[in-house]
C-alpha cells in the first residue's frame, strides 16, 4: 500500500503545483485588493488550477513513456509508467478521471462567469494533454515555453481575477507575464536536465535546439523578467507601490543560478527544479502583499 501511495504521488509531481497555485493566489489578491474578492470562485479556480496540473503530469507520464522519450537513462525523478510502478492503462484512465474531475469542478465557475472562464477551461485541458500527445507534441517541437508562459501566466491570474469580479484588469495581465516567466525558468531546468536523452529520443526542447548556454541564458533571463515586471506596473499605474519588494525575487534566486551554472548532474538541477517552485510561491505572496497593503 505504501509504495502505490508514493507511487501516485510521484506521478502527481508536487514540486509542479506551485506553478499552478500560484497565478491563482496572486490573481485572488488582486481581487481582494480590488475589493472584489469572491471565496467560492477563488477556491474552485484553485481546485480546477491544481486537478488540471495533476492531469497534465498524469498526460504528460503516459504519453512520453508512449513516445519512448523517458528511458531507464533518464536523470530526472523517476517516471511511474516507465518504471513499472503503475500500468499504462491505470495511468491514461487516472488523467482522464482528473481532468473529468476538473472539468465538473469548473461548473459553478462557467456558471457564474460564462463563455471566457469556459474558454480558459477547454484551452487549459486541451495544451494539457497536447503537451505530449499528437502528432506534433507542443512540448517535443520547443513550444513548451509558450504554453507555460501563457497559460501559467497571464491566462491563470486575469482568468482568476475575472471568475471574481467578472471584468477583466489589464494590470492582472501583465503581473501574470511575471509569474508565467518563473513557469518558464522551471520548465528551462527541466530540459537543461533531461537535453541529452531528450535528443537521443528526438524531443526537441529548446535545450536541445539550441544547447547548455542558452539554456543557462534563458533560465536567468527569465528570472529577471520576472523580476522587473513589478516595478514596471507601478511606474505605468502610478498605484501599489510595495508590489516593488517583488522585485527582490532576482536575489532571492542567485543561489539557484549559480547551480544552473556550474551543475550538470540531475540530483543538483532536481534540487533548483524544486526551489524555482518555491520562489514562484514566495514571487506570488510578495506581490499579492504588495497589491493589498
Given at each position: ?63 512520453d513513456f508512449k513516445k519512448g522519450a523517458d528511458t531507464p537513462e533518464r536523470v ?218
Amino acid at each position: 500500500m505504501k509504495i502505490k501511495l508514493k507511487a501516485w504521488l510521484m506521478a502527481c509531481r508536487p514540486k509542479t503545483l506551485p506553478a499552478a497555485a500560484a497565478p491563482v493566489i496572486m490573481g485572488a489578491a488582486m481581487a481582494y485588493g480590488d475589493g472584489v474578492f469572491h471565496f467560492l470562485s477563488a477556491f474552485f479556480c484553485l481546485l480546477c488550477a491544481l486537478l488540471i496540473q495533476i492531469g497534465t503530469n498524469l498526460a504528460n507520464d503516459y504519453f512520453d513513456f508512449k513516445k519512448g522519450a523517458d528511458t531507464p537513462e533518464r536523470v530526472g525523478p523517476v517516471r511511474v509508467t516507465q518504471s513499472g510502478l503503475l500500468s499504462p492503462r491505470v495511468v491514461k484512465l487516472s488523467f482522464i478521471f482528473v481532468f473529468t474531475a476538473a472539468v465538473l469542478a469548473s461548473f459553478y465557475l462557467v456558471a457564474r462567469g460564462g463563455l471566457p472562464i469556459a474558454i480558459i477551461g477547454i484551452l487549459s485541458i486541451s495544451s494539457g494533454i497536447l503537451y505530449t500527445a499528437g502528432p506534433k507534441p507542443l512540448g517535443y517541437i520547443g513550444l513548451g515555453e509558450v504554453f507555460v508562459l501563457i497559460f501559467f501566466g497571464p491566462v491563470a491570474v486575469a482568468g482568476t481575477y475575472y471568475a471574481q469580479a467578472l471584468t477583466f484588469n489589464s494590470a492582472t495581465v501583465f503581473a501574470g507575464l511575471g509569474l508565467g516567466a518563473l513557469s518558464v525558468s522551471m520548465l528551462c531546468v527541466n530540459n537543461y536536465r533531461d537535453m541529452t536523452t531528450d535528443a537521443l529520443t528526438g524531443k526537441r526542447t529548446l535545450a536541445v535546439r539550441f544547447g547548455r548556454r542558452f539554456a543557462q541564458a534563458e533560465y536567468i533571463g527569465s528570472i529577471f523578467l520576472a523580476a522587473v515586471i513589478p516595478a514596471w506596473i507601478y511606474l505605468v499605474t502610478g498605484q501599489h507601490v510595495k508590489i516593488i519588494f517583488t522585485c527582490l525575487i532576482a536575489l532571492i534566486a542567485i543561489p539557484s543560478m549559480r547551480v544552473v551554472f556550474a551543475k550538470t548532474d540531475g540530483p543538483s538541477l532536481n534540487k533548483v527544479l524544486g526551489f524555482t517552485g518555491k520562489l514562484m510561491i514566495i514571487y506570488a505572496a510578495l506581490f499579492s502583499l504588495g497589491w493589498i497593503l
